[in-house]
């Protein structure tokens, strides 16, 4: 089941508008995502998940807070990290460094160093993710009151109707596809395109009107996860540092939050 549209909210995905930088010379994409449609999106599914937050104890209806829920999750704290939407694409607590406000990712198969990702973190993602654990916590406990072995629940999931059995429920694992259907019930957009939008503003903010000055490039190139193509910043000899790094971002993703209207929102009581 795909993730419900309130009555009188947007009824068809919006199709993200993208248009060419102004800049006469390019290195890499010249198409800039249009942020308004983002900010109508969130908006959207802020609504929606606050809505059919009231509907989580109805034992009917709580798995579309948990779809709705997942998907505001997963997209909006992709914007503010940068995340790629693969295998589980979220903060997850064990993999966090709290004092530094750091998050440690490995995104790609490969097991070298140029594929690990310290991502700063500001607060507001980490208030977001600790509502996120609670409510797995208590969608995980319905789920195996329903009779759903534990081992048989992944780390991040839909829910949907089975189709011959209408009080059944099936799990379907987070995937590209699955994330995919859910969110182009709302936009019309890459399932990657939270990458796009975070380094396009990192490198311009003034494309989404805010008054900040470009972040240095080896910064982005660090934050985004291409420290093989910028500078190496646990390098011995690296002039940068991730209290640097996170200095100079958080700030910048506390701007972006604010101007998208993204704000933290909790899951369903354990």
């Known amino acids: 089941m795909l993730a419900p549209i309130i009555k009188g909210a947007i009824q068809t995905p919006t199709q993200i508008i993208v248009k060419k930088s102004n800049q006469q010379e390019h290195i890499g994409s010249q198409w800039h995502p249009d942020y308004t449609v983002i900010q ?49 694409p979220i903060v997850v607590p064990e993999n966090i460094i709290l004092p530094a406000k750091v998050f440690i990712r490995r995104e790609k198969s490969q097991s070298d160093e140029f594929n690990t990702r310290y991502i700063p973190l500001v607060n507001e993602v980490i208030e977001q993710m600790q509502h996120y654990e609670e409510h797995l916590l208590a969608v995980k406990g319905r789920l195996i009151r329903l009779g759903t072995p534990v081992k048989q629940i992944p780390r991040l999931f839909f829910l949907e109707i089975e189709p011959t059995q209408s009080d059944k429920l099936k799990i379907v694992p987070f995937s590209v596809s699955s994330y995919d259907k859910q969110l182009s019930h709302y936009i019309d957009a890459p399932v990657n395109s939270n990458r796009r939008l975070l380094r396009v503003f990192l490198e311009d903010p003034s494309s989404i009107k805010s008054t900040f000055t470009p972040v240095p490039h080896e910064i982005i190139d660090a934050v985004l996860g291409h420290a093989n193509i910028g500078e190496q910043f646990w390098s011995s000899s690296s002039t940068l540092s991730m209290r640097a790094i996170y200095q100079t971002i958080e700030p910048y993703i506390t701007e972006l939050s604010n101007i998208l209207g993204i704000k933290v929102i909790q899951g369903m009581p354990s």
């Open 40 to 88: 109508k999106c969130i908006e959207t599914l802020k609504t929606n998940t606050i809505k059919y937050s009231e509907l989580w104890a109805d034992y009917r209806q709580w798995y579309d807070f948990h779809n709705l829920f997942t998907l505001y999750v997963l997209f909006c704290t992709g914007l503010q990290t940068g995340l790629r939407p693969l295998k589980t």
